[in-house]
């Protein structure tokens, strides 16, 4: 069962643990993404220069998660200058990116006009109209604690199954195999062929 996004670190070749700092951390996983995160920006000058050096190894995967946070105290342009930067880097190197985005879905995607590889949503809890507003550019949704919420399946039922991904982002108390097998039940979906799709989706990404 493929995590596509984990801050929990795991043993296992289908968590893909996401850093966004201790970048030399990622020799000691099997796959990992690398981003400097809109939150953690003060040192985003020695952040950068750090991650474009482990963002080039095979085993990292993607780069992010990155992304734009309205809610976030880190300065407004100087989440866009890493975001934009971050962007240029996955391009560079044909890695997709994972995007984090709070209160930004409007600003996130013209930034991501520059993109040229693909782009997955980590963490997506919003509207329906938000979720068709994202799959129209191509980009793929990846659904967590979200989808134990009252009603959201009406939302996932309504995305492509080959623009999903699953996840626990630094979710403790549910694990991946739990996602998967609510994704299933929401989707009256084997849980087999669920877990096929997601591969073929990642493959699909790479």
């Not at 493929?2 to 000691?28: A, G, K, M, W």
């Not at 342009?77 to 971050?86: A, P, S």
């Not at 709070?102 to 693909?118: G, I, S």
Request: charged share 20%.
């Amino acid at each position: 069962m493929r995590n596509i996004h984990t801050h929990i670190v795991h043993p296992l070749e289908e968590e893909v643990v996401s850093l966004y700092e201790n970048f030399p951390q990622c020799l000691d996983l099997s796959s990992c993404s690398l981003g400097l995160h809109p939150w953690y920006l003060e040192q985003a000058e020695r952040g950068w220069e750090v991650l474009q050096q482990y963002a080039t190894y095979s085993h990292v995967m993607a780069i992010g998660e990155c992304g734009l946070d309205k809610v976030s105290g880190t300065p407004w342009e100087r989440q866009q200058q890493y975001f934009q930067l971050q962007i240029g880097l996955a391009n560079r190197l044909n890695k997709p990116l994972i995007i984090h985005c709070v209160k930004a879905y409007a600003e996130c995607m013209a930034a991501l006009q520059a993109a040229k590889v693909p782009v997955v949503f980590h963490g997506f809890n919003k509207s329906i109209e938000t979720a068709q507003m994202l799959l129209s550019k191509g980009y793929y949704l990846s659904f967590g604690h979200s989808l134990f919420r009252e009603g959201y399946g009406d939302i996932l039922k309504q995305v492509p199954p080959e623009r999903i991904f699953l996840e626990t982002d630094d979710k403790t108390d549910i694990s991946i195999e739990d996602v998967y097998k609510r994704a299933a039940e929401l989707l009256n979906f084997p849980l087999d062929a669920l877990i096929l799709q997601l591969e073929k989706n990642y493959q699909n990404i790479l």
